[in-house]
DNA sequence: TCTATTGTTCTTTTATTGAGAACAAATATT
DNA sequence: AATATTTGTTCTCAATAAAAGAACAATAGA
C-alpha cells in the first residue's frame, strides 16, 4: 500500500468533493480513486466518508485526519524541498582535505577569495600530508600533489608541479655543484618522509628517459616549509615542488641545479568522490580553482622566463 | 514510488549504518533497499550517503533529512493512531435522528442514562418526525418507528410498538362506544399526517386477517402529543401506539377500545448506514437501547397482565 | 594473501496498480 | 412520471512496479 498516494488521493477527493472529480485532477480513473479510498479507510479501520452511490461527505473522522495529511503533505514537500535546495544553492558546508605546505602556501589565498564571493560556504579544512579515506571521513574534496590521480575518484587537474633540485649557495661552496645525477649520491639530501620511496629521486632526463637516482638521505621531515628552511640553511640538497621554493630561487637564497633534468608529470589535483549527484557547492568550488590556477602557475613564471 | 515506504527504509538505513543491516531488519532482499535508496537520491537530486563498495556514511543533507524523515513518519503514525482510535474508543460525538414524540418520553431518559454511563460521548439530537436522510446530513444513527426496515440500511429492533384504539370517557359518553371496525367510520377520528395514508387505519383481526378500515379524520396533526392530548379532552378516537397513551390508559383518562384487534407489526428501530467500518459509539449506544428495551416494553407491561 | 562481507546491478518472478466496462443508485431533465 | 445522466463501486485484464536472488566488484579483516 502507497500510504503517500492514497493520503494525496483522499485529499484531492476533500477538495474536488467528488471521487470523480478527484480522478480527473489527478487523471487517473475513478476505479483507482475509490480503491485507493477503500485501502485507506480499511488500514486506518474508519469510515472517511458517509457514501451514498452518488455523493460523499467527510465523516468527523476523515475531517480530522484530512487535515492531518494536509499538513503532512506539506512538511514532505517542504523536506523534500529544502533537502534539494540545500545541495542546488551554495550554502552549506566544504570539508576539504588539503596537503600542508602546498595547501598554506598556494590553497589559502585562493579560499579566501573563494569565500570574499561565497559567504555562505562554510570551509572546514583539514591542512594534512597523509592520505585520508575521503568517503570514510567525510570529506567533500581532497587536493593532491600526484602523479596520476586516483582512478575511483573524480580528479580536475589544478596546476602542473615541477620539482626543482636546488640548494643554498653556501651549502653549495662547502659541498660543491653537482654536475651530474650521479654527483647526488655524495651530498646530504633533504628528504620528505611521507614520499612512497624515500631512498631514490625521481629525474625526467633531457632525452626523455627516466632517471632514477639512489640518494643519502640526510634529514628526513613530513613538513615541506621546515625542509626548505633546512635547505635555505644550508643542510643539503633539495628536490622539491617549485611551489615551495620558488620564492627562495627569485632572491637567490636557493639555487637551481642541474636544470636540464626536470619532473613535469606530477600535478596538483582537486579530487571527490564519485558520486551520483556533486553538490553544487564542490562543483563551485572546484570550477573556482581549476579557473584560479589555470596557465603556468604564478610560482612558476619566473623560472620559465 | 511509495515516498513513505522510502523514507522509512531510508531511515532505517541510518539507524542500521548498512544496507544489509536494514534489509535483514525490515525483511527484504537488500537490493530492494539500494534500490530505495537511489530512488530517493534521484528523486531528491542529492545525495544521501557517501559510499564505498563497504560502507556508507550519511551526507550532510542526508543528515538533516533524516531528521525531518523520522519526524514526518512519527506525524503520519500519530495521525493513523489518533484516527483510529478516534473511532475506537467511545469519544467523539453521535448524531442521532429521532422522532418527537418516541423521543421525548422514551428515548430521552434511555440517553440520559447512556450518557451517564459514557460521558465523553457528545450527543446532537434532532427530534424530528420526517424521514431525513441518513447519509446526505451526517447522522450516525436514527430511531424510526417503521414495519419493515429499510433494507439499504442496517436496522436493529428495539421494541414492539403497538396501536391502541382509545378515546376518553367523555367522548364514549358522548357518541357512544364503537362495538366494531364498522362503527370507525361514524366516529370523529385524530389523525396522525405524517403517516403515508391518513384516511384509513389498518388492524390484525383476531381471525388473523388484516382489516382496512376507512375514517373521517376530523383532527390532523403531525405531534404525537398534541393528538393524545386532544385524545384526553375528547376531541375524539386515536389509534395511537400503545408507548403515546399508556399513561393516560393506566390512569384511566383514556380508554383501550376493540382490544382484540391489534397492530403488532409495528416495531421501533435504530437504523444507521451501511458503512465498512461501523464507529465503535455508535455500536456501544445501539447494543445499550437493545439491551434497555429487550423484553416486553415497560410501557406496554400493564396492557399485558 | 585469502576469505567473508558489503553495496550495486542485472534478470526473473511476483505483486500491485490502473484502465475500462458493467452495474446500481440517485439526481436532473423532459 | 419516466427517462437520461451522473456518480461511486466492483470486477477483470493488462500494464507497471517492486522484490528476490544471483552475479559481481570492492574492501575490510584474518
Known amino acids: 500500500m502507497n500510504r503517500f498516494e492514497n493520503m494525496d488521493t483522499f485529499i484531492r477527493v476533500v477538495e474536488t468533493g467528488s471521487i470523480s472529480g478527484a480522478a480527473d485532477r489527478a487523471g487517473v480513473a475513478k476505479s483507482a480513486v475509490s480503491r485507493r479510498l477503500k485501502e485507506l479507510e480499511e488500514h486506518l479501520?474508519?469510515?472517511?466518508?458517509?457514501?451514498?452511490?452518488?455523493?460523499?461527505?467527510?465523516?468527523?473522522?476523515?475531517?480530522?485526519?484530512?487535515?492531518?495529511?494536509?499538513?503532512?503533505?506539506?512538511?514532505?514537500?517542504?523536506?523534500?524541498?529544502a533537502t534539494s535546495q540545500a545541495h542546488a544553492t551554495l550554502k552549506g558546508s566544504l570539508k576539504v582535505a588539503l596537503p600542508a605546505t602546498f595547501g598554506h602556501m598556494h590553497m589559502g589565498p585562493a579560499i579566501n577569495e573563494f569565500i570574499l564571493e561565497n559567504p555562505q560556504i562554510e570551509f572546514d579544512l583539514d591542512f594534512n600530508d597523509r592520505a585520508v579515506d575521503l568517503m570514510q571521513e567525510g570529506f567533500d574534496l581532497a587536493i593532491r600533489i600526484a602523479k596520476l590521480p586516483d582512478?575511483?575518484?573524480?580528479?580536475?587537474?589544478?596546476?602542473?608541479?615541477?620539482?626543482?633540485?636546488?640548494?643554498?649557495?653556501?651549502?653549495?661552496?662547502?659541498?660543491?655543484?653537482?654536475?651530474?645525477?650521479?654527483?647526488?649520491?655524495?651530498?646530504?639530501?633533504?628528504?620528505?618522509?611521507?614520499?612512497?620511496?624515500?631512498?631514490?629521486?625521481?629525474?625526467?632526463?633531457?632525452?626523455?628517459?627516466?632517471?632514477?637516482?639512489?640518494?643519502?638521505?640526510?634529514?628526513?621531515?613530513?613538513?615541506?616549509?621546515?625542509?626548505?628552511?633546512?635547505a635555505v640553511d644550508g643542510l643539503g640538497l633539495a628536490y622539491f615542488p617549485s611551489f615551495i621554493v620558488f620564492e627562495e630561487i627569485e632572491r637567490g637564497?636557493?639555487?637551481?641545479?642541474?636544470?636540464?633534468?626536470?619532473?613535469?608529470?606530477?600535478?596538483?589535483?582537486a579530487i571527490?568522490?564519485?558520486?551520483?549527484?556533486?553538490?553544487?557547492?564542490?562543483?563551485?568550488?572546484?570550477?573556482?580553482?581549476?579557473?584560479?590556477?589555470?596557465?603556468?602557475?604564478?610560482?612558476?613564471?619566473?623560472?620559465h622566463t
Chains 1, 2 share one sequence.
Open 253 to 269: 637564497t636557493l639555487v637551481p641545479l642541474l636544470s636540464e633534468y626536470t619532473c613535469s608529470d606530477l600535478n596538483a589535483y
Open 151 to 230: 582512478s575511483s575518484l573524480i580528479a580536475r587537474r589544478l596546476a602542473p608541479v615541477e620539482l626543482v633540485l636546488c640548494a643554498s649557495p653556501a651549502y653549495l661552496e662547502k659541498h660543491g655543484v653537482p654536475q651530474s645525477l650521479d654527483d647526488l649520491a655524495n651530498h646530504q639530501c633533504l628528504v620528505y618522509s611521507l614520499t612512497r620511496d624515500s631512498e631514490h629521486w625521481l629525474f625526467n632526463s633531457p632525452q626523455g628517459g627516466l632517471e632514477k637516482t639512489r640518494i643519502r638521505p640526510y634529514l628526513k621531515a613530513s613538513s615541506g616549509e621546515f625542509l626548505r628552511c633546512a
Open 45 to 81: 479501520g474508519v469510515q472517511l466518508f458517509h457514501r451514498t452511490t452518488r455523493r460523499i461527505n467527510l465523516t468527523d473522522s476523515g475531517r480530522a485526519y484530512y487535515h492531518q495529511c494536509v499538513r503532512i503533505l506539506e512538511d514532505v514537500l517542504e523536506a523534500e524541498r
Open 272 to 303: 571527490y568522490p564519485q558520486t551520483r549527484h556533486l553538490s553544487q557547492r564542490v562543483r563551485a568550488f572546484v570550477d573556482f580553482l581549476v579557473k584560479r590556477f589555470d596557465g603556468v602557475p604564478y610560482w612558476d613564471r619566473c623560472l
